[in-house]
Nanobody, 119 residues
Framework: QVQLVESGGGSVQAGGSLRLSCEAS????????MAWFRQAPGKEREFVSV?????YYTSSVRGRFTIFRNDAEKSVYLQMNSLKPEDTAVYYC???????????????WGQGTQVTVSS
């Protein structure tokens, strides 16, 4: 049974930092592209970043967020710096066979972790 479990969310002030973690079980992490998506209140879920053979970021987080992985630890991380109130959302980890900036290819999803950034 595949499970993705996110952690590391919380409440911070604008300009602060958080590191999200996603721990995977039941799959060989190195065989998957791993992505982060987020969903703000009243909005659709949107792509944030993905790591596979390379890394990609949505433009609004490029230069502030860094995605990295440790396949031996079966974990992927999202380091978020210079946080802004508009980064407030539930952040989801996802695993899929190919890198993509949309949801469909991702087969497995975590339950999400809340990030709240206050001004």
């Amino acid at each position: 049974q595949v499970q993705l479990v996110e952690s590391g969310g919380g409440s911070v002030q604008a300009g602060g930092s958080l590191r999200l973690s996603c721990e995977a079980s039941g799959l060989t992490l190195s065989s998957y592209a791993m992505a982060w998506f987020r969903q703000a209140p009243g909005k659709e879920r949107e792509f944030v970043s993905v790591i596979g053979g390379s890394t990609y970021y949505t433009s609004s987080v490029r230069g502030r967020f860094t995605i990295f992985r440790n396949d031996a630890e079966k974990s992927v991380y999202l380091q978020m710096n210079s946080l802004k109130p508009e980064d407030t959302a539930v952040y989801y980890c996802a695993a899929g066979p190919t890198q993509a900036a949309f949801e469909r290819p991702y087969r497995y999803w975590g339950q999400g972790t809340q990030v709240t950034v206050s001004s």
